[in-house]
């Protein structure tokens, strides 16, 4: 069984960065698209990036494209998301999750990923 773990979080002025990490373990992540999520306070959980199993190809958010990468290394089963020119409505509680198989398609909706972590807060100051 899949398990996900959240680090990188924090407090962090406008304009800053911050690095987020999601450690796996239990199985390998080479057959699972691997997404970020956020949910702010009052409002649903939303989809901000995912890469698929080889990490070849990626998709953002228009929210967040042009600011936000996301990485993975499957070796070290880890996905990582560098999150640059932070504004407040960045903030928010932010979830690694895993999508199984290997599709031909890109997975953006949480109904589509079957594991998720416990998240991580971001909370971004102007």
């Known amino acids: 069984q899949l398990q996900l773990v959240e680090s990188g979080g924090g407090l962090v002025q406008a304009g800053g960065s911050l690095r987020l990490s999601c450690a796996a373990s239990g199985r390998t992540l080479s057959d699972c698209d691997m997404g970020w999520f956020r949910q702010a306070p009052g409002k649903e959980r939303e989809f901000v990036a995912v890469a698929s199993w080889s990490g070849a190809r990626t998709y953002y958010a228009d929210s967040v494209k042009g600011r936000f990468t996301i990485s993975r290394d499957n070796a070290r089963k880890a996905v990582f998301l560098q999150m640059n020119s932070l504004k407040p409505e960045d903030t928010a509680v932010y979830y690694c999750?895993?999508?199984?198989?290997?599709?031909?398609?890109?997975?953006?909706?949480?109904?589509?990923?079957?594991?998720w972590g416990q998240g991580t807060q971001v909370t971004v100051f102007s």
């Open positions: 999750a895993a999508a199984f198989g290997r599709l031909g398609l890109l997975r953006t909706a949480p109904s589509q990923f079957g594991s």
